[in-house]
């Protein structure tokens, strides 16, 4: 009988044992609160000669792009009202540190460097460096063939950088311009024979030039695009937020596609 009593109560706390956890009610996740900016106007600067991310259209003479798109939907979301400047290159950098502007997106690189003087949003791209080329080039299949060439870049970028490593002699074969498409314009004319540059913007300046210039090799490097604000920027947080809500619903899968593979100017 005791063993009987033993086994039914050995099998009781089994079978509570086994119950399915009761489900917890379940908390509705609040909903995305984003920052509010009050309608507050932002000054952004911008190297405008950077076909996809920003480059004036020369149908309608505005500047577009997915750097201005994206600026465009994260005000949207956190009310703001974007302004671009169109600033060089160089200039973008020393207005920021004296807080001319409240932003900067123009295809910059985040690197330790830039990070000891500004801020950066998250990363709203992931790309490669890559060797562009004139489409009859047949002597330069990689980066690797470029150490007796002659490599075009625009000053003071990542791309810069990189150049001066697969260049034999800096001082005579590297050439610095202002723009990267003052030096897609030295490539076409045969002034230089390659040019080193962010891949989407090697595709936009190819899209530019239809037919007349080539990728050659694989891109080989990997960088992170942000947003530039000047140190300690409250801007910073409201933007990620903003960002992390437009990775999350799609939109900036959109304009990747309408940037880097759809954009085709003249069609
Ligand atoms: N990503 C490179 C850098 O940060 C090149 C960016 C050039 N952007 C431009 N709008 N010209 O150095």
Request: proline share 6%; hydrophobic share 40%.
């Amino acid at each position: 009988m005791r063993r009987l009593l033993w086994g039914i109560l050995v099998l009781a706390l089994l079978a509570v044992a086994c119950q399915p956890a009761a489900t917890p009610t379940p908390t509705p996740a609040p909903a995305a609160q984003l920052p509010n900016l009050g309608g507050r106007e932002l000054r952004i600067a911008s190297d405008t000669t950077y076909p996809p991310f920003e480059f004036v259209d020369p149908k309608t003479n505005e500047i577009v792009g997915f750097d201005v798109d994206l600026v465009n939907e994260i005000c949207k979301l956190i009310n703001c009202k974007p302004t671009i400047i169109s600033t060089a290159w160089e200039g973008i950098f020393a207005g920021l540190e004296q807080k001319q502007f409240d932003l900067a997106a123009s295809g910059i690189t985040i690197t330790e460097e830039r990070k000891q003087k500004f801020d950066f949003s998250d990363s709203y791209l992931r790309y490669g460096q890559v060797v562009l080329v004139r489409a009859d080039e047949e002597r330069i299949k990689s980066k690797d063939d470029l150490k007796d060439k002659i490599v075009g870049v625009q000053i003071g970028t990542t791309n810069e950088e990189t150049a001066k490593t697969l260049v034999a002699d800096e001082a005579k074969q590297l050439k610095r311009y202002d723009t990267f498409d003052l030096a897609v314009r030295a490539l076409l004319a045969k002034d230089v024979d390659a040019v080193v540059i962010d891949s989407p913007a090697a595709d936009g300046f190819m899209a530019q030039n239809p037919g007349k210039l080539k990728i050659a090799g694989q891109p080989f490097t990997s960088e992170d695009l942000g947003l530039c604000f000047p140190k300690g920027s409250d801007l910073v947080g409201p933007f990620n937020a903003a960002l992390k809500v437009l990775k999350e619903n799609g939109t900036l899968d959109r304009l990747y596609r309408k940037w880097f593979v759809e954009f085709k100017p003249g069609q």
